[in-house]
C-alpha cells in the first residue's frame, strides 16, 4: 500500500526542517492526501490503460473495462476477449498489446507481485522488463502500490512543473535536472513527489 498520511506529513516535516522553501510551500497549501493503490497486476494495469491520456479519459476506459469483464477482473478475463471488445472500452491496438502481455505474464506466474526486489532500482528493473511498463509507470507503481518512500518520478510533468513553481526556476527542468535537484530529499523522496502533485495542482498558485 501507497504512503499513509502520517508518513508523508513526518517527511514532509523533516524536509521543511532542512529547507525553508519546502516549509514555506507546505504553510501554504497544506498537506496532500494519500496516493494509496492496491499491490498487484491490477494497479499495474490501470497505470498502462492511463499512459498518455488525460484522467478522465483513463477513467472512462477503466470504468468500459469493469463493465465488460466485471470489477476486480482476472487477468485471464482479459484475455478471453477480442480486439473489438476491448477496442469499444478505449484500448488502443498498442494498449492492447500491453495489458495482455502484462496478463499473460501474470497467467504464467513470471511476475511476482508480492514479492518484489527489496532495493528500488532492482525493482524498477524488474518491471521494466514487462512490455509497455517504462521506468515512469514503474515508479508510479512502486510509489501508490507499494508505498516505497524514497521513489522520485523525475519523468512525470506534473512533478517537474511543481518543482519549477516550488523552487522558483525560470523554466521547468527536464527529467536528468529533476532527480538531481531532489537529491537532498532523499530518503523521502516519495513524500515530496505527491507534495509537488499537489502543489502543482493548487488553483491558488
Not at 134 to 160: H, K, T
Not at 175 to 182: D, G, I, V
Amino acid at each position: 500500500m501507497g504512503l499513509c498520511a502520517d508518513t508523508i506529513k513526518s517527511d514532509l516535516d523533516a524536509l521543511g526542517a532542512k529547507d525553508a522553501r519546502i516549509a514555506a510551500a507546505v504553510k501554504l497549501v497544506g498537506y496532500p492526501e494519500p496516493r494509496i493503490r492496491d499491490r498487484g497486476y491490477m494497479t499495474l494495469l490501470r497505470t498502462i490503460v492511463g499512459q498518455q491520456v488525460s484522467v478522465a479519459a483513463a477513467a472512462s476506459m477503466w470504468n468500459k473495462l469493469e463493465a465488460e469483464l466485471g470489477e476486480g477482473f482476472a487477468a485471464s478475463d482479459l484475455l478471453s476477449r477480442d480486439f473489438d471488445t476491448l477496442r469499444a472500452c478505449g484500448l488502443s491496438r498498442q494498449k492492447q498489446g500491453y495489458a495482455r502481455s502484462l496478463c499473460e505474464l501474470v497467467e504464467a506466474g513470471a511476475v511476482d507481485f508480492e514479492n518484489m526486489p527489496a532495493g528500488d532500482e532492482e525493482a524498477i528493473e524488474s518491471l521494466i522488463t514487462i512490455k509497455g511498463v517504462g521506468r515512469w509507470s514503474a515508479e508510479i507503481y512502486l510509489l501508490f502500490a507499494e508505498g516505497r518512500g524514497d521513489i522520485w518520478p523525475a519523468g512525470d510533468l506534473a512533478v517537474q512543473e511543481g518543482v519549477k513553481r516550488l523552487l522558483a526556476l525560470e523554466e521547468r527542468p527536464k527529467e536528468k535536472q529533476t532527480r538531481a535537484l531532489a537529491e537532498s530529499w532523499s530518503p523521502h523522496r516519495g513524500a515530496m513527489a505527491i507534495f509537488t502533485w499537489h502543489y502543482y495542482a493548487n488553483p491558488a498558485l
